[in-house]
């Protein structure tokens, strides 16, 4: 299962909260991918998962342009 979160139009860090308040949403294994428009959200949740253990997969681009972080939930 792949969870989306649209954290458009919200500024860090408001994105890695959006991100920290769903992570239990997802499975031990499944993916959350955040879409976020601000350019300070792919360096701050890189770094959340490296604190909190959970693995950055990818960057990729969202269907209209926005940059789209997809995290894997490891615990």
Do not use: K, N
Request: charged letters at 25%; aromatic letters at 4%.
């Amino acid at each position: 299962m792949t969870l989306t979160l649209d954290a458009r139009g919200r500024r860090c860090p408001l994105p890695i909260l959006d991100l920290a308040r769903h992570i239990g949403d997802a499975a031990v294994g499944d993916t959350i991918t955040v879409e976020a428009d601000d350019p300070a959200a792919g360096p701050d949740i890189q770094a959340w998962c490296r604190m909190r253990g959970h693995d950055f997969v990818a960057t990729s681009t969202a269907v209209d342009g926005v940059a789209a972080y997809a995290v894997r939930r490891l615990h």
